[in-house]
Structures are given as C-alpha cells and as structure tokens.
C-alpha cells in the first residue's frame, strides 16, 4: 500500500507502512511532541536504542498497523512528518478492537496530513488486522485532535475528569469511539 499526494505547499507526501529505517524518524516526531508538553502524558522523551528497537520489534511481529507520512524532498530522519498506529488491544476478548494514536510534525500540521493518515490506518487495520472499531483518547484541551476526530466521525463516550496532571495543571481526557464499518459507509 502506497498513497501519494500534493500538499498545497507543493511538496510530495506519501502514505505507506512503517519501515525499519523510519525508527529514528518516528522517534523524533514523538520526542518533540513530548517536549511542547500539551498533547501527550508523558513527560520524558525516548532515547534507547534498545526502546526504540523493541517497539519496532513489537509492531512487526504481533503485525500491528503503522502508517508513515514520508517527505520525499527530505532526507532521514527528518523525511518522516508524520505518524499513525492502531494498536491491538491489550485483552483476549478485544481483539476486533485497536487504539490509535497520531502524531504530525509541528510544521506539517492543519495542511490534511493527520486526516490522511487516519483515514488509511483504519482502512488497513479492517483488511489486515479484521478490527470492527477503533478507540482513543485525547486531551480535552486538544481542539485541533478533537476536531479531527469528530470530522472523521469518531463520537465521545466519556471524559475522565483530571486524569492526568502536568506542571501543576490538571486534564481531562476524553474518550472516542468509532465503529469502522459506519466510516466506511460515510462513503456511499
Ligand atoms: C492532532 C494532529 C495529529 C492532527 O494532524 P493534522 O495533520 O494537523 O490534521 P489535519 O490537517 O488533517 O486536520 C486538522 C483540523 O483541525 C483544525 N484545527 C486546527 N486548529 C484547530 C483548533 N484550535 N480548534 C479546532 N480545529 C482546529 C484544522 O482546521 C483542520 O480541520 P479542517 O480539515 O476541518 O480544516 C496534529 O495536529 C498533531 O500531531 N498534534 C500534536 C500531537 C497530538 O495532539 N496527537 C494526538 C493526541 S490525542
């Protein structure tokens, strides 16, 4: 599976499965999200080799999706702008369903990228994994995500209230849901 498109900047992304020479690339995008500090529970950035490794290990050999947004103008790592995973779930009886998590590189956000990506981790996680319906969650400060998500057709099921706490701020999360065979009907 391989998309191309145009951004209006008129640079040539592609839409493709993770490979092996991505991990550096991935990581990076992860470790600068870590560090604006408002999207994701995490506050230390990944550095092992070992770590990032592993997860690539992880992904391949239980075959979960992750789908890459590859700048081909740019070399490695810095060609990879953006990522999407749908992992499985953690319990015997979830297996038809997988969690998402997406990020785009600062630079490359609001331009269709994150939508792109999402649109083609569902669509490869029914043919490839069978799963019938994709969960996540968010911060409730996170307008842009939870707009995304809402446009893609992912509905709120609940919030945790002050479920997280950084830098002496509490958040919210927000927990979505999305049957996929509803999103795939949005098409006909
Ligand atoms: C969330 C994220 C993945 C979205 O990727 P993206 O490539 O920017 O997504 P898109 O360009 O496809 O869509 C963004 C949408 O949000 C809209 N948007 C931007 N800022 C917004 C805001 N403050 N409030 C509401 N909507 C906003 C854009 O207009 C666009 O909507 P449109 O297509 O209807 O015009 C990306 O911004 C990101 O990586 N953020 C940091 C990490 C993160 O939050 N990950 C998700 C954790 S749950």
């Known amino acids: ?5 145009e951004l209006k900047t008129g640079e040539k992304i592609i839409i493709r499965h993770l490979s092996k020479s991505d991990i550096e690339g991935v990581w990076n995008n992860f470790n600068e999200v870590v560090e604006e500090g408002i999207y994701l529970p995490v506050f230390f950035p990944v550095r092992s080799r070992l770590e990032k ?9 239980e075959k979960e999706i992750c789908i890459i947004a590859e700048n081909k103008g740019l070399n490695p790592p810095y060609n990879i702008i953006g990522q999407c995973e749908i992992s ?4 015997d009886a979830g297996s038809h369903v997988g969690i998402l998590g997406i990020i785009v590189k600062n630079k490359y956000r609001d331009l269709g990228i994150g939508s792109k990506l999402i649109d083609t981790a569902i669509r490869e996680s029914k043919k490839l994994n069978n799963k ?13 995500a939870l707009h ?11 919030i945790r209230k002050k479920q997280f706490l950084m830098d002496s701020k509490y958040y919210d999360e ?8 509803d999103y ?4 006909k």
């Open 1 to 5: 599976m391989n998309k191309t498109f």
């Open 53 to 61: 490794d592993s997860w690539y290990r992880k992904i391949k050999n």
């Open 88 to 91: 499985h779930s953690e319990w």
């Open 132 to 144: 019938e319906k994709i969960i996540l969650s968010c911060f409730s400060t996170n307008e842009r």
């Open 148 to 158: 995304l998500y809402r446009k893609l057709g992912f509905k709120e099921v609940g």
């Open 174 to 181: 927000v927990l979505m849901e999305l049957w996929i065979e």
């Open 184 to 187: 795939l009907n949005q098409d």
